[in-house]
């Protein structure tokens, strides 16, 4: 088999093409600029596509591809600075993604596996999200994502592409930047966190346990037009996501009680109500259909993910490594 993988550049692609080359599939990584080759593993077969937009030209990248994992679009962005975010989301994670599934199916590719994000069911609820709920996006990324979804399963019964859908929740790993990057450096640093009263639960998911899920996905023939939640395995709450960071990182972890009402209406007056639901509210998902129909299970718990996060970040961002435990993770087989 060979396989396209697109946005090869971020740490979650990094992680799927490494999985993916050392069981022998063949790896193509599309990246954007020539100069980001630099970027990629080391004698990866690599492709420059330019911008994705609408109108990209996919053929010599889909050339001889058996399968495609689509990672590439607009994601979360901290600072918005585009004057309609709908638009722009759309333009890149709805057009460019159906304008590559339409190339794909054109040039016989088998198998197209698109992420995109439990955002598409919300931001948060106490019971577990199932895939029987309906679709509730929120913000402008989960609204393109739900879209590039539907136009997905048009494609595929035009054309008879077998699309394959993930939803993963919050994916963390080693590279891992943005607001998990920033809680890691906090409990480094040592810094109290308001969050000894927070009961909430969330889903996690370790980069290593994603790429085992996308293999799945791409290699079982249960999973052709499927869509499924994956996760850890094991739900925690912002509390206890500290804990556990704090012993992985050989840290105390600094935990204030602060009621959760207080924490909101501090958010509310700050203007960080989005930031602060975030670390207050549940978001769980249920992803019992692909453990049962792809006999899937991740290879590494919570905590071995975190520990290789920790070592990373030990490693490359300066953090303090005194007392930080050791683990096997990455180095010995899986569970």
């Known amino acids: 088999m060979r396989v396209l993988v697109t946005g090869a550049t971020g740490f979650v692609s990094q992680a799927v093409t490494k999985n993916l080359s050392v069981i022998d599939i063949g790896v193509r990584a599309a990246i954007r600029h020539p100069g980001d080759i630099n970027r990629v593993a080391r004698g990866l077969d690599a492709i420059a596509v330019g911008n994705l937009s609408s109108t990209t030209d996919w053929h010599p990248a889909l050339r001889d591809i058996d399968a495609v994992v689509h990672l590439a679009g607009r994601a979360h962005v901290l600072k918005e600075d585009a004057t309609d975010p709908l638009a722009e989301c759309r333009r890149i994670n709805r057009d460019a993604t159906l304008n590559l599934a339409r190339q794909a199916a054109a040039a016989g590719v088998k198998r197209f596996v698109f992420v995109s994000t439990v955002k598409v069911n919300g931001e948060g609820r106490e019971a577990p999200y199932t895939l029987t709920d309906a679709a509730n996006p929120h913000d402008a990324y989960a609204i393109s994502k739900w879209e590039a979804e539907q136009g997905l399963h048009e494609i595929a019964a035009q054309t008879g592409l077998e699309v394959v859908i993930l939803r993963p929740p919050l994916i963390y790993g080693p590279g891992v930047k943005a607001n998990f990057l920033r809680l890691v450096q906090a409990v480094d640093r040592g810094i109290p966190l308001p969050l000894g009263a927070v009961r909430n639960r969330r889903s996690l998911l370790y980069v290593e346990n994603f790429a085992s899920a996308l293999l799945a996905c791409l290699?079982?023939?249960?999973?052709?037009?499927?869509?499924?939640?994956?996760?850890?395995?094991?739900?925690?709450?912002?509390?206890?996501?500290?804990?556990?960071?704090?012993?992985?990182?050989?840290?105390?972890?600094?935990?204030?009680?602060?009621?959760?009402?207080?924490?909101?209406?501090?958010?509310?007056?700050?203007g960080k109500t989005a930031a602060v639901d975030r670390l207050l509210s549940s978001l769980t998902v249920d992803d019992a259909p692909l453990r049962r129909e792809l006999g899937w299970a991740p290879p590494f718990s919570l905590d071995e993910g975190l520990v290789s996060t920790a070592r990373w970040y030990q490693q490359h961002c300066g953090g303090r490594r005194t007392g930080a435990p050791s683990a096997r993770v990455g180095g010995r087989t899986p569970r």
């Open 219 to 270: 290699t079982r023939p249960e999973a052709a037009g499927k869509t499924y939640f994956v996760r850890d395995g094991e739900d925690v709450s912002s509390a206890e996501l500290v804990r556990r960071l704090a012993r992985a990182l050989g840290r105390p972890a600094r935990l204030v009680p602060v009621p959760p009402a207080l924490l909101r209406a501090a958010g509310a007056l700050l």
